[in-house]
């Protein structure tokens, strides 16, 4: 009887298993697929004269996440790659015209979300997100998504003015004796 329950149990795992594995093997090869695509616009972009630094770093590091089985993580970089790739050949061949004032602002908005950050940083203050915000921004402005990229560094030079308003505030503030004891122990 105790035979036939352990059997049951066991099958059923290997069953619910099963699925799992060609879930994980599917998302591999659409993540070295979305890779071999960018790859693909890359050297197009290259070959053009067009191709950014950022999409490299972004390739190479797609790839990096595939030793680690983030294969969510190494699609999202290798679309962001290619992403930035097409547009930089778009707008080398004139099917798409920079809307010069969109551009300007969200280099504006990015300076102004960096220095923040670093007004943050400068007192112990900086929020662990603002530089991957500012990041993404810059990402965003070099696949052309001005508005995205204005939106997320207004929102990374919040993080970085709140952080150091937070720091401000405690600055002078001290570790309450229960908690002091409670360390040295």
Do not use: C
């Not at 616009?41 to 390739?59: F, I, K, R, S, Y």
């Not at 940083?121 to 530089?131: I, Q």
């Amino acid at each position: 009887m105790l035979k036939t329950r352990i059997r049951r149990a066991l099958l059923a795992a290997l069953v619910l298993l099963l699925p799992i594995s060609t879930a994980w093997a599917a998302h591999r090869t659409e993540a070295e697929q979305a890779i071999n695509d960018a790859q693909a616009v890359h050297e197009q972009a290259q070959a053009a004269g067009v191709a950014t630094d950022t999409a490299v770093e972004m390739l190479d590091e797609a790839r990096a996440r595939l030793s680690t089985r983030e294969y969510s993580q190494a699609v999202q970089l290798a679309n962001w790659a290619e992403r930035q790739d097409r547009f930089a050949l778009d707008v080398a061949k004139g099917a798409v015209t920079l809307d010069t004032d969109l551009e300007t602002t969200a280099e504006q908005a990015i300076e102004a979300a960096t220095a923040a950050a670093d007004k943050a940083n400068s007192v112990g203050g900086e929020w662990r997100d603002t530089r991957k915000m500012i990041k993404q921004a810059e990402t965003l402005a070099q696949a052309g998504e001005f508005e995205s990229a204005i939106k997320q560094a207004n929102a990374a030079r919040k993080q970085g003015e709140f952080g150091y308003a937070q720091a401000m505030r405690e600055k002078g503030a001290d570790m309450p004796d229960y908690m002091r004891q409670a360390a040295n122990q």
